[in-house]
C-alpha cells in the first residue's frame, strides 16, 4: 500500500446505551439517516468521473471505469444497509425513517466525529471516505476542512426515559452498540414482545431480488443483518480487505500511483454540489444553480428523487398491498434509480453551474425541500398520490435533450403501471 496514510489502533470508543425500546429506536433512526447521506456521497463522487472523451488515455479511462464500478457497487451496498436497517425497524414495531437533513453536515447533527459532504471524486474525497468506512477501533485522519467543532454528546444515563443521540466514533462502533441493545432488550422484553412488527412488513430476498436481504423477524435475524452491514462496511472482525473500507483503500493506492505517473491527471470533472434554491433547513448560502439548463435538469431529478423515497416510504409501510403491488413498487424504485437519477445525475456534471461555460459544474445535491413524512395508510389514496407525482415529472420533462427525454418516458411508463391500481375515479387529469 504506497500511499496508505498511517493509522493506529489505540482509540477507546464510548458505551453505546439502550435501556429501553426507544433508544434502541433512536439509533436505527439515526442509522437510516446516516446510510443515506453516505450513499449519496458516493453516488455524488461516481457521477463526476470523466469519459474517456474529457481527454483521458486508454490506460487511464480504463482505471477511471473501474473506480466508477466500485464506488456504484459500494453505493448498491449502502442501499442494501439502508434496506436492512429498514427491516430491523420494522420489527421492533417503528416505522423506517427515510427522510434526512441537507447536505453539507457538519459536526453537531450526528456525533462530533461524523460529518458529511458532497465531493467530487479525489484525493480529498478517498481520504474521507476511508474514515468514514475505517474499522471500529482504527484512528485516521478526515479529509482537510472536516474539523469537528460541535461538543461532544454527553452520554446517555439508563435512567433517562427519553431517547437522546449519543456519541460513536465509527459506523461500526454505532451497529455494536445496536447489536448490544438487541440482546439487552429480548432478555429484558422478552423476544416475541420485541419483535412485535408483522413479518409482512419486511423486505425480502425474492423480493428485491438480493440474496443479502435478511428478513428481520427474532433476535438471530436481526443479528443477521446488523452483522451483514458490519462485514460489508469495516470487515468482520478487522478482516477488512473485501469490505469498503479495503476497496476504497486500493482506490486510493492505484490513484496516487496514476497521479506520481502524470501529476496533472485529473480523473473528475471540476463539480460543485448545487441547489435549486437555498434549501430550508441551512443558515450558510450554498452554491444556486442559475444556468436555465441545469436549473431544469437538477429539478427534474430533484423530483424524481423525491418520488422514489416515497416510492420506498410506501413499500416499508405498506397495508393491504398483494405480492404483485409491492413488487411494482420495489421495481418502480430500482427503475428510477437506474434509468432516471443516474443518467441525469452524470449528465448535469456536464453543465455548468452559472453562466460562464468554463466554470464549475453543477453535481445534483440530492435536496430535500421538506422534513418528509409517509403517506397516508389508506392504500388507494397513497397510490394516487405516487401516480399523481410521477405523472407530474413525466410532464416536467421536455424532448430534448435525449437523457431528459428518455426520463420523462419512463416516468410516464412508470406512472401509467401505477394507474391499473387506482381507481378511475382517483387518477387526476
Known amino acids: 500500500m504506497l500511499y496508505s496514510p498511517a493509522v493506529n489502533m489505540a482509540t477507546t470508543e464510548p458505551k453505546v446505551v439502550v435501556a429501553h425500546r426507544e433508544d434502541l429506536w433512536w439509533l436505527l433512526a439515526e442509522a437510516c439517516q446516516l446510510e443515506h447521506m453516505i ?5 455524488f463522487a461516481e457521477w463526476t468521473l470523466k469519459d474517456k472523451s474529457d481527454g483521458l488515455t486508454d490506460e487511464q479511462a480504463k482505471a477511471v471505469e473501474r473506480w466508477r464500478g466500485v464506488l ?15 427491516n430491523v425497524m420494522s420489527s421492533i414495531g417503528a416505522a423506517p425513517y427515510l427522510g434526512r437533513p441537507n ?6 447533527y450526528f456525533p462530533a466525529s461524523i460529518q458529511l459532504d458532497l465531493m467530487p471524486f479525489g484525493e ?27 461538543p461532544g454528546r454527553e452520554p446517555l444515563s439508563e435512567s433517562e426515559a427519553m431517547p437522546r443521540g449519543q456519541e460513536f466514533l465509527t459506523v461500526g462502533h454505532l451497529y455494536r452498540g445496536i447489536e448490544d441493545g438487541l440482546r439487552r432488550l429480548t ?10 412488527g408483522s413479518p409482512r412488513a419486511q423486505a425480502t430476498p425474492e423480493m428485491f431480488h438480493w440474496p443479502q436481504v435478511v428478513a428481520v423477524t427474532d433476535l438471530g435475524s436481526a443479528l443477521r443483518a446488523v452483522g451483514e452491514i458490519i462485514e460489508q462496511g469495516e470487515g468482520a472482525r478487522g478482516l477488512w480487505e473485501d469490505a469498503h473500507y479495503g476497496r476504497f483503500l486500493g482506490i486510493w493506492d492505484e490513484y496516487h500511483s496514476f497521479r506520481e505517473t502524470d501529476p496533472s491527471f485529473e480523473p473528475a470533472r471540476p463539480v460543485v454540489a448545487a441547489f435549486t434554491r437555498q434549501p430550508f433547513d441551512l443558515k450558510d448560502p450554498v ?18 428523487y423525491e418520488v422514489l423515497l416515497h416510492l420506498l416510504l410506501r413499500f416499508f409501510t405498506h397495508t ?7 413488487e411494482l413498487l420495489i421495481s418502480a424504485a430500482f427503475e428510477m434509480m437506474g434509468d432516471i437519477i443516474r443518467p441525469l445525475g452524470h449528465a448535469l456534471t456536464q453543465l455548468p453551474v452559472g453562466s460562464a461555460a468554463d466554470g464549475p459544474k453543477t ?43 428518455m426520463a420523462g418516458e419512463k416516468a410516464a411508463s412508470l406512472a401509467d403501471a401505477l394507474a391499473a391500481h387506482i381507481p378511475a375515479e382517483l387518477r387526476s387529469r
Open 39 to 43: 450513499m449519496c456521497q458516493y453516488l
Open 72 to 86: 456504484r457497487g459500494i453505493a448498491i451496498e449502502e442501499m442494501l444497509h439502508l434496506a436492512l436497517v429498514a
Open 103 to 108: 447536505f453539507p453536515q457538519r459536526s453537531g
Open 124 to 150: 480529498r474525497a478517498l481520504k474521507h471516505f476511508l474514515f468514514l468506512e475505517r474499522p471500529e477501533g482504527m484512528e485516521r485522519q478526515d479529509a482537510e476542512g472536516f474539523v469537528p467543532t460541535a
Open 187 to 196: 432478555h429484558d422484553l422478552g423476544e416475541r414482545a420485541l419483535f412485535v
Open 287 to 304: 452554491t444556486v444553480i442559475t444556468n436555465p439548463e441545469a436549473h431544469r435538469a437538477a429539478e427534474i431529478t430533484t423530483i424524481a
Open 320 to 326: 393491504d398491498e398483494t405480492d404483485e403491488q409491492l
Open 363 to 405: 453535481g445534483f445535491a440530492f435536496e430535500m425541500h421538506y422534513l418528509m413524512g409517509n403517506l397516508v395508510p389508506w392504500r388507494e389514496p397513497a397510490w394516487a398520490l405516487l401516480r399523481e407525482r410521477m405523472t407530474f415529472l413525466a410532464r416536467k420533462c421536455p424532448d430534448d435533450p435525449d437523457v431528459v427525454r
